[in-house]
């Protein structure tokens, strides 16, 4: 296959999905991973796309409407989401009553948590069976489950989150821009977001750095008084913005 038909079809299977893993474009394409990752460089340079830590996400301002499986966002930027998540894990205290939000970053963070004394209320399910397996006191929201980034969402969810008022939350985000703020593609997901962001006094966004300038359709939260943790490698001009950047 020519260079330019590779990349063609990378192309596509970017604006596609949204994101894409090295291993994935290995066996889609049938091609090796010194090529593939030629190819992400090359395609990176000249702006078509932007290669992050084991694969590539599609360029700036691209609207999306859906959202990508837990199973590949998984395989995204796995060092730079354990640094974030270990931090996040540091900031929960005893007696905290916090809210953690479906996310593989906030899923992650669960495994650094060094506390024993906090009650947690979650919207993922496998969120809520490792926090019990590591003996916290774990309510999970009743509603919807979306089965592809494993949440609960919808009508219920936001009933139940409003007897609570938590200390900390902390949240995933599909994009981030200063002019769009906080998104996500889905619009049942974006008002649960919304409310548990309002219920917390102090509100986490972990984010790695690829996501930044990236835009969902939905917006459920702008910037003020959210404080961001994301890795190093972010541009400096978000330097006006609450942001935790982690190595």
Do not use: W
């Not at 090359?42 to 796309?49: I, N, S, V």
């Not at 809210?99 to 948590?113: K, N």
């Not at 009743?142 to 200390?167: C, H, S």
């Amino acid at each position: 296959m020519l260079t330019v038909e590779r990349q063609k079809l990378i192309m596509d299977i970017v604006n596609d999905s949204g994101s894409v893993t090295v291993s994935e474009l290995m066996d889609k394409l049938n091609a090796s991973e010194s090529t593939i990752r030629r190819d992400l460089q090359a395609m990176d340079m000249a702006g078509k796309l932007k290669k992050v830590h084991g694969g590539a996400v599609a360029v700036v301002n691209k609207y999306k409407t859906d959202d990508a499986k837990v199973e590949l966002r998984k395989q995204l930027n796995k060092k730079e989401k354990v640094a974030i998540a270990k931090y996040a894990a540091s900031l929960v205290n005893d007696k905290d009553f916090v809210y953690l939000d479906a996310g593989t970053t906030t899923e992650i963070m669960i495994d650094y948590l060094k506390c024993k004394d906090v009650i947690f209320v979650t919207n993922a399910i496998e969120h809520a069976r490792k926090l019990t397996a590591k003996g916290f006191v774990t309510y999970i929201l009743g509603g919807e489950f979306k089965e592809i980034t494993e949440a609960i969402v919808g009508t219920e969810a936001l009933l139940n989150l409003d007897k609570y008022n938590f200390t900390k939350g902390f949240f995933g985000a599909n994009g981030f821009s200063i002019d769009n703020g906080f998104t996500t593609p889905d619009i049942k997901e974006a008002i649960v977001k919304k409310k548990a962001i309002e219920s917390s006094k102090e509100s986490y966004v972990l984010m790695d750095s690829s996501k930044f300038e990236q835009v969902a359709a939905i917006t459920f939260a702008d910037y003020e008084g959210i404080t961001i943790i994301t890795d190093s490698r972010l541009q400096k001009k978000y330097e006006n913005v609450l942001i935790k950047k982690v190595k």
